[in-house]
């Protein structure tokens, strides 16, 4: 089993829709969830991290999280073309010999048509 | 700009040489991160440094090395490639390792092709 599983997709939704973009993790040490988007050809950049259960939301994007089921989602709201990317999903634990350390999953790639 | 630069965009290479990845950062930030990523795979940790003279192995660091003398500079070194290093080599680096919700910032990338 990996350590941070992410459906590859593609995840296809028209315009203007919410997107739903889902991660799960194996370590329960797992302590920070960080979402990176990443546009085909360029590098990862981060667009939202959770640290504590439940919401948090940062304009169009809600990151949840659910440390009981080891659950990590994105929801993009209002979806738009520009939106269309692979949508990385890392954690990392506050401890242990992996302290600090990323681990990714293996993204999402989200397509957005208008 | 303030930002982390890699050199060479692109490479092929000849199996059986050394390549050397340069990876620069003018942020001063504490930690650096070699990652490759595969398609299928994401990205996956090589090497990494906590600190200037300090580095450590990460998830894949076989047929990999790293020094760090100073802040800025990272480099990542293959002394023998072989065909299965093929792949996009990203450099990132955040203000401290030890915090683990310290954002990483990733440079632009190198593609390797090893034939």
């Known amino acids: 089993q990996k350590e941070v599983e992410q459906n590859s997709g593609p995840l296809s939704v028209p315009e203007g829709a919410i997107a739903s973009l889902n991660c799960t993790y194996s370590d329960r040490g797992s302590q920070s969830f960080f979402w990176y988007r990443q546009y085909s050809g360029k590098s990862p950049e981060l667009i939202m991290f959770?640290?504590?259960?439940g919401d948090k939301e940062d304009g169009r994007f809600t990151a949840q999280l659910n440390k009981a089921s080891q659950y990590v989602s994105l929801l993009i709201r209002d979806s738009q073309p520009s939106d269309s990317a692979t949508y990385l999903c890392?954690?990392?634990?506050?401890?242990?010999?992996?302290?600090?350390?990323?681990?990714f999953g293996q993204g999402t790639i989200l397509t957005v048509h208008p | 700009i303030a930002g982390i630069t890699q050199a060479p965009t692109s490479q092929i290479l000849a199996a059986g040489r050394r390549m050397t990845l340069r990876c620069t950062q003018d942020?001063?930030?504490?930690?650096m991160y070699w990652y490759r990523q595969d398609l299928g795979l994401g990205l996956r940790l090589i090497h990494y440094s906590n600190t200037a003279g300090t580095t450590g192995k990460g998830e894949v660091p076989d047929g990999y090395s790293v020094s760090r003398a100073n802040t800025d500079d990272f480099p990542l070194t293959l002394a023998s490639a072989v065909p299965s290093q093929t792949s996009v080599y990203f450099c990132?680096?955040?203000?401290?390792?030890?915090?683990?919700?310290?954002?990483?910032?990733f440079g632009p990338g190198t593609r390797l092709t090893v034939l």
């Open positions: 990132a680096s955040s203000e401290n390792l030890d915090s683990g919700r310290d954002t990483q910032y």
């Open positions: 890392a954690v990392t634990r506050d401890g242990g010999t992996s302290y600090g350390k990323l681990t």
């Open positions: 942020m001063r930030h504490n930690a």
């Open positions: 959770i640290y504590s259960n």
